[in-house]
């Protein structure tokens, strides 16, 4: 059994920053891909960004991409998400994911946090 926590996420006025962190417990879990995945009210949870087991290789998406940076300390089980220049259209409640691959759809990884919220006021 994999147990993810997420924590960092709150409110932010455009164009400031947060950290969220995913804190990572159980069985193997140094071996596999993390990610994040956000979802804004009635809409789809959507992937983020993604960090292979070893950190060595990141992916983000399109509206990451710039902005956000993740990293991984497997000596913590812990991986990072830096959030740069935040706009309203980042507001949603973002989870931590693994057991995927590097970049995939949320019905690709097993293993879920409870998700923090991040709001961004403009």
């Known amino acids: 059994q994999v147990l993810l926590v997420e924590s960092g996420g709150g409110l932010v006025q455009v164009g400031g920053s947060l950290r969220l962190s995913c804190a990572a417990s159980g069985r193997a879990v140094e071996n596999h891909n993390m990610a994040w995945f956000r979802q804004a009210p009635g809409q789809e949870r959507d992937f983020v960004s993604g960090?292979?087991?070893?950190?060595?290789?990141?992916y983000y998406a399109d509206s990451a991409k710039g902005r956000f940076s993740l990293s991984r300390d497997n000596a913590k089980n812990t991986v990072y998400l830096q959030m740069n220049s935040l706009k309203p259209e980042d507001t949603a409640v973002y989870y931590c994911?693994?057991?995927?691959?590097?970049?995939?759809?949320?019905?690709?990884?097993?293993?879920w946090g409870q998700g923090t919220q991040v709001t961004v006021s403009s």
């Open positions: 994911a693994s057991g995927g691959p590097l970049v995939g759809g949320a019905d690709q990884f097993p293993n």
């Open positions: 960090i292979s087991w070893t950190g060595r290789s990141t």
